[in-house]
């Protein structure tokens, strides 16, 4: 399985961006797709994550402002981000969770949301 995330950006404090990450090879292995963020001097925190039965779940500091959706025709998830403030300002990550499984197995490369004030 590869992950190919892009879509970040600089956008002013308020506005919107949305990522995408697009996902090939063996997709009927996984379950679960999350992106994650990783500010500078923290640590990689869970955003949002949506499984293939379409659960989704959102870390509260995002609910309300973020909304993660797939489209599997073109195997692609989506992280919509409104409202965006420069404390979201981090790398975002998507990754992939196989089935029955607790952790995520696949991650894409980093891509950068910077959000002035």
């Known amino acids: 399985v590869q992950l190919q995330a892009y879509g970040g950006g600089l956008v002013q404090a308020g506005g919107s961006l949305r990522l995408s990450c697009a996902i090939s090879g063996s997709v009927f292995t996984i379950n679960t797709m999350g992106w994650y963020r990783q500010a500078p001097g923290n640590q990689r925190e869970l955003v949002a994550s949506?499984?293939?039965?379409?659960?989704?779940y959102y870390a509260e500091s995002v609910e309300g402002r973020f909304t993660i959706s797939t489209e599997y025709p073109k195997n692609t998830i989506y992280l919509q981000m409104n409202s965006l403030k420069p404390e979201d300002t981090a790398v975002y990550y998507c990754?992939?969770?196989?089935?029955?499984?607790?952790?995520?197995?696949?991650w894409g490369q980093g891509t950068q949301v910077t959000v002035s004030s």
């Open positions: 990754a992939a969770q196989k089935w029955f499984k607790d952790e995520y197995d696949y």
């Open positions: 949506i499984t293939s039965g379409g659960s989704t």
